[in-house]
């Protein structure tokens, strides 16, 4: 059974910075890639940052500059560490690890609010 778990989510002002974690059970080298989604209220869920086993790193062009991916293999954790944050980046953020074996596996955590306030 794979779990996630985010925590570092939070309350901040705008302009501010808050560095999200996620640890994952077993190895990270497992996974295709580590994603972190986020969603807002009344709107879809979107990819905000992925990173690959080969360590490629792809962003949502509405977070380019303010937002990096990181993780550390020994400790099974992938990062999101997010600058400049601004109100519409208000969500719960989720993180995720897809595995292609037969089909595509994501599995997801339970998510981490972030409230950017103005």
């Known amino acids: 059974q794979v779990q996630l778990v985010e925590s570092g989510g939070g309350l901040v002002q705008a302009g501010g910075s808050l560095r999200l974690s996620c640890v994952i059970s077993?190895?990270?080298?497992?996974?295709?890639?580590l994603e972190w989604y986020r969603q807002a209220p009344g709107k879809q869920r979107e990819m905000v940052a992925f990173?690959?086993?080969?360590?490629?790193?792809n962003y949502a062009d509405s977070v380019k500059g303010r937002i990096t991916i990181t993780r550390d293999n020994a400790k099974n954790t992938v990062y999101l560490q997010m600058n400049s944050l601004k109100p519409g980046d208000t969500a719960i953020y989720y993180c995720a690890a897809t595995a292609k074996k037969d089909k595509l596996y994501r599995y997801w955590g339970r998510g981490t609010q972030v409230t950017v306030s103005s």
């Open positions: 990173i690959t086993r080969g360590g490629n790193t």
């Open positions: 077993g190895s990270i080298f497992s996974f295709n890639a």
